[in-house]
C-alpha cells in the first residue's frame, strides 16, 4: 500500500481532504470553503507541519466560474496564475496569466447542442466526446503522435442516488463548471471528476467493481489498471 486519502463531506459537500503515507503519517490537507450560495470558493492545501502549500480561490457570476486564482508558496517563492474563462454560445475559453498579467496559455472548450462540453483544444491536443443522453459514449484524443478512442461501458443497476448523482454539482455546480474547475485535465479525466447518471464498469483498461449496501448505495470501489488497483471505500453518516 502506498498510501491513503481521506475525504469528509458535511451536507454531502467536501469538507476536507487527508493524506497519509504508508506508514499512516499525515503529509497534506484540503480544507474546501463555501459562498453563500452554496458553490466551493476556496480550496487551502496544508503540508505535513500544517503550513499554507497553496490557495486555489474560485470566482462565479450567475453560476458560472469566470476566474480561477492559483497562489502557491514553493520552495523558489510564491507564484500566482490567474485563468480567466469567457463564454459565448458555442464555445468556452479560458486564457492563462501568470503574476505579470502576461498571457501564457489558452483552452478552448466547445458546446454541443445541450451547451455541454464535448470539445477541448489547447493547440497541441484535442479531445472529443459522444454523448448519449448525457452519459459519455466514446472520447477520441489527438495529438502530434495520432489518433486514439477509447469506451465507456456502465452498470445498468443499480443507477446513482444521492448523494451520488450530484456530489460534485454540489461542489461545483454544473457540469461544465465541474470540468472547468480541472483546466487542461478536463475532458482528458472527466471520468473521474463529473456527476454520471451510471456507474463507470470499463473505461480504457481500467475496471471497476463495485460493493452496494441494502440502500443500493455504494460502500466499496475498485479502480483497477494492470497491476495497479486503488481501493475506495465509503462511510455514511447513519440516519437519526
Known amino acids: 500500500m502506498l498510501g491513503t486519502k481521506v475525504t469528509y463531506f458535511d451536507n454531502n459537500k467536501k469538507s476536507l481532504d487527508s ?3 504508508e506508514n499512516g503519517v499525515f503529509k497534506s490537507g484540503n480544507v474546501y470553503s463555501y459562498n453563500v450560495t452554496g ?12 503550513d499554507v502549500m497553496s490557495v486555489n480561490r474560485i470566482v462565479y457570476e450567475n453560476g458560472d466560474i469566470i476566474e480561477l486564482q492559483w497562489s502557491e508558496n514553493a520552495i523558489s517563492g510564491i507564484t500566482t496564475r490567474i485563468d480567466k474563462v469567457s463564454y459565448t454560445s458555442s464555445q468556452i475559453i479560458v486564457e492563462r496569466f501568470d503574476e505579470n498579467n502576461n498571457k501564457t496559455y489558452e483552452l478552448q472548450y466547445g458546446l454541443n447542442a445541450d451547451g455541454m462540453i464535448y470539445k477541448q483544444d489547447n493547440g497541441q491536443t484535442q479531445i472529443e466526446v459522444i454523448y448519449m443522453e448525457g452519459l459519455p459514449l466514446s472520447k477520441t484524443i489527438t495529438t502530434s503522435s495520432g489518433t486514439q ?26 457540469f461544465n463548471n465541474q470540468l472547468i474547475f480541472h483546466f487542461d485535465g478536463g475532458l482528458f479525466s472527466m471520468e473521474s471528476i463529473v456527476d454520471l447518471k ?12 463495485y460493493e452496494f449496501d441494502e440502500n443500493q448505495l455504494p460502500v466499496r470501489i475498485e479502480e483497477i489498471n494492470g497491476t495497479t488497483k486503488v481501493i475506495r471505500v465509503i462511510k455514511y453518516k447513519e440516519k437519526v
Open 39 to 50: 458553490l466551493v470558493e476556496e480550496i487551502v492545501k496544508y503540508d505535513q507541519q500544517g
Open 19 to 21: 493524506v497519509f503515507d
Open 149 to 174: 478512442t477509447v469506451a465507456y461501458d456502465y452498470l445498468n443497476d443499480p443507477l446513482p442516488k444521492d448523494p451520488w448523482i450530484t456530489i460534485r454539482k454540489n461542489q461545483f455546480g454544473s
Open 198 to 209: 451510471k456507474y463507470l464498469s470499463s473505461y480504457s483498461g481500467k475496471q471497476f467493481l
